[in-house]
């Protein structure tokens, strides 16, 4: 779910069905914070700069050199 709360600020809700944490997954809950470095900016910029990534795919992902999408991790 997301749109605009009463006050004027974006939000964003969603369900993450497992993370590394919790096997039943966890809700998250976003507002944004109207400076450069706000969540709801990053998340919105991410969505829009990645189209074409099949939705069974993890929501941080990328497209490999060999055409495989792979999950954004740290190392």
Known sequence: MHGIAAI??????F??????????????????????CSAMSTLE????SNTAFPESAPLFTFETADGQWAPMKWE
């Open 8 to 13: 004027g600020i974006k939000y964003i809700n």
């Open 15 to 36: 369900h993450v069905p497992h993370t590394k944490m919790k096997e039943g997954g966890e809700d998250f809950n976003i507002m944004d914070s109207t400076c450069l």
């Open 45 to 48: 910029h991410h969505l829009s």
